[in-house]
């Protein structure tokens, strides 16, 4: 058998066109490139690994930044206008398919992708239940109440180039 | 706010054009109509429900079964070739986009998308971690074992019809 392919942690398809994981390492470049993505959609604050950098010179796919700090009890919160830029890039799809990932692929990963579900219409109860099965034991109130209170009129979208599925 | 829309248990979109789920009931109709289905593809051996026949009807979707009963120690396993039936429909891209579901969404899809990752040469890390994280507390190790030993060379899929990720 030829070498396996290695997706990255907790990776998954999160509507056409979208893909959302924990970051990723030179490991999980061949599975990469069958994904034949346009950009990557990275959200934390630190600048971006080197190696992953180089991968996507080399394959001609498109870095965003979307640098959001993790809730954290008791004082530190994830800003709604970051969470709305990143919904922008997400939800333009002259950038799909995109891979949105941030640490682990649990928190702001979950964060961005929940609210994404509050501008699908889904009920709190289904976008929760998404929410837990990627974050797994280390669900966080804080990420379920931003999703809950985010008001998704905040979202200036390009409706132009929303993807299909959003209409 | 409109009636928010609301997914069938353990949904999840797969791959480009494969959703899994558990078994849908009416409350899930309308989100379903956003999928556009052309397909559903049912795992279990029991007559499908009157509520999903009469929708798939009204809506042009095709419903195909491919009768599993699940692993249950110590004399129940799941036949092979039935898996390689439901995963040439799956792999057709005529039926797409298909809807794969069973009863809880956890077991017998998870073990036709655990093979389905094996033909697409995942590591056996990475297919039980998605595995996991829709069986939850209810991990079967036969369902495991079957993706362990399940022979990709016996699913004789046309080719020609095969999603170009496939490929």
């Known amino acids: 058998m030829e ?31 069958k994904l034949r993505l346009k950009t990557i959609l990275y959200l934390c604050p630190e600048e971006y690994s080197e190696s992953n950098t180089a991968w996507c ?3 001609g796919v498109r870095v ?18 970051v969470v709305a830029d990143a919904l922008r890039v997400l939800l333009d799809r002259r950038n799909h398919p995109v891979l949105m990932h941030c640490n682990s692929g649990k928190h702001r990963s979950g964060v961005v ?9 889904w ?19 804080l990420d379920q109440q931003f999703i809950e209170l985010f008001r998704v009129d ?7 180039c929303a993807p299909r599925w959003l209409k």
């Open 123 to 141: 009920s709190l109860t289904s976008i929760f239940d998404e929410y837990r099965r990627f974050a797994g034991s280390k669900v966080r109130i």
């Open 64 to 81: 965003v930044q979307c640098g959001i700090l993790p809730n954290k009890e008791p004082f530190q919160f994830i800003p709604d206008d």
């Open 154 to 160: 905040t979202v200036k979208y390009d409706k132009r």
């Open 57 to 59: 010179e080399t394959n």
């Open 113 to 121: 992708i929940g609210s994404m579900r509050k501008m699908q219409q």
């Open 3 to 33: 070498n396996p392919l290695i997706p990255p942690l907790n990776f998954s398809m999160a509507a056409p066109g979208i893909y959302r994981s924990g970051y990723p390492n030179s490991m999980n470049h061949a599975f990469m490139k």
